[in-house]
């Protein structure tokens, strides 16, 4: 899930010079890479048959809690490339395993569903469905945020280590996770018992699109993407105000304070890094009645620093309670909070090592350094849930000269469609092959530890 709109500013990844290690013994990673490189050229499949996936899927993609053929046409693929396949798990999630005798354990991980999104690309396979979603609204269905594109890529990536399990010791998984877009199927997986299910993985890795050059990736240490939490609010009307409505406080006066407060607190709190404040719903009143009893509101909370989520959620709670008191409500108000997606923050070592592993495998020109980013995501709950190590990198999905040019002429923002866009057509070469080989070598990198080349 990424709504909102970022371009990475960017820099080469400088090469280290010392071989770094992550855990038990290995080759140095300029030495490791070589065999990496030899052993993707080997293997590496036609993109024929991925292309042709990634555009089915796209053209007949599946709201989040509703993926029943997308995931049914996974699990045929990953039945089909022989590896142990479980189904259903939270919903419609699949995971795909490979036991290829003793090492690590390594996790890669894509997302199956779709956004309510009236496709305006004009692409040949462009998505004309309708389904119900989740509430039972009928609704356009579009991939704009490359889910698709991520599961062609690790489909791929599938392919590749399978065949070339010869050359690499240990397990692999390929999680294709339900209900991303609402942020709920990483857990859902979880309580449906995942790790009861399969092997605990000990690294997790997965990769998204992003408004960066084509062929290119773009990896960091430490946070990445920012938390979110839904705070719903239910604020009483004032006493006797059916009665009195001339000496009371109308409901619709005390939500209009509380907004307004909140942008004051997100201005305060933002001074000291990202911080946002988004009413999502508010609700007063019904058909029929002339007076209101309370107020709904729905708020989704960002932080890209734990402290400041820690500021905006006390703040939050302070701004209500001052608002309701003044009002004289007949109600304290009704406060509740839950977390949508935690802060993604990336392993540091395992960035590091990631990173040199692509600067070696692409070239360093191929590598850029992430600025942080405001959208969120619920990957990381896979991993807290068994405290392994994860990384989360982006993938290019522009035409260089594309994003070039809109650079020149100063209207990024007009010329490259973001993430959840109904003009977002990812470009498929190099972008499909970059994303197959990234998958494959930073996994490869883990499956090979012991090699010695």
């Known amino acids: 899930m990424l709504p909102r709109h970022l371009i990475f500013g960017v820099m080469p990844l400088v090469k280290v010079a010392n071989p770094l290690t992550f855990s038990g013994s290995q080759a140095p990673l300029g030495q490791q890479c070589i ?54 798990i939270g919903g ?32 040949s396979f462009s998505s004309t469905k309708r389904m119900a979603d989740m509430w039972g609204r009928d609704q356009p269905v579009m991939h704009a945020c490359g889910h698709d594109m991520h599961m062609a890529c690790l489909v791929a990536a599938a392919k590749l280590l399978h065949d070339a399990r010869s050359t690499w010791a240990g397990t692999l998984e390929v999680l294709f996770q339900p209900n991303e877009e609402h942020t709920g199927g990483a857990q859902s ?17 997965a990769q998204h699109l992003m408004q960066i050059p084509s062929g290119t990736l773009s990896v960091k240490s430490g946070p990445v993407l920012v938390s979110a939490d839904t705070v719903k609010l239910r604020v009483f009307s004032s006493e006797g105000y059916v009665a009195n409505p001339q000496v009371s406080v109308e409901i619709s006066v005390v939500i209009s304070k509380v907004v307004l407060r909140l942008q004051d607190l997100v201005k305060e709190v933002s001074k000291d890094g990202y911080a946002s404040i988004h009413v999502e719903e508010l609700h007063i009143g019904a058909p029929g009645l002339d007076w209101a009893e309370y107020a709904d509101v729905v708020l989704d909370v960002k932080a890209y620093d734990p402290g400041l989520r820690s500021r905006l959620l006390d703040g939050i709670n302070s701004i209500v309670e001052d608002e309701s008191t003044a009002s004289g409500a007949a109600k304290k108000p009704c406060i509740t909070s839950s977390v949508r997606a935690p802060l993604t923050n990336n392993d540091g070592h395992l960035a590091d090592r990631v990173g040199q592993v692509f600067a070696e495998f692409f070239g360093a020109d191929k590598v850029l350094q992430a600025v942080p980013s405001h959208p969120c995501e619920d990957f990381s709950i896979l991993a807290r849930a068994v405290q392994s190590p994860y990384l989360f990198w982006f993938l290019g999905r522009v035409h260089p000269e594309d994003l070039d040019r809109a650079r020149r002429d100063g209207n990024v923002l007009d010329k490259i469609p973001i993430e959840h866009s109904a003009f977002n057509a990812p470009l498929i ?13 930073a996994a490869l990198s883990f499956l090979t530890e012991d090699n010695t080349c």
Do not use: W
């Not at 991925?50 to 039945?79: M, N, V, W």
């Not at 997986?189 to 890795?205: A, F, Q, R, S, T």
């Open 429 to 441: 070469h190099p972008t499909l092959e970059t994303g197959m080989k990234a998958l494959s070598v």
């Open 92 to 123: 419609h999630g699949v995971v795909g395993v490979l036991q290829n005798g003793p090492g690590k354990v390594v996790m890669l991980r894509a997302e199956l569903d779709a956004l309510p999104i009236q496709e305006q690309t004009g692409l």
């Open 35 to 88: 065999d990496l490189a030899s052993i993707i050229e080997t293997f590496a499949p036609p993109l024929a048959q991925f292309e042709s996936l990634y555009k089915d899927i796209h053209q007949h993609p599946d709201l989040s809690c509703s993926e029943g053929r997308t995931s049914s046409i996974i699990a045929d693929r990953l039945q089909d490339l022989g590896f142990d396949v479980r189904e259903s």
């Open 189 to 205: 997986m979880i309580d449906d018992g995942l790790y009861e299910k399969i092997p605990k993985p000990d690294v997790i890795m």
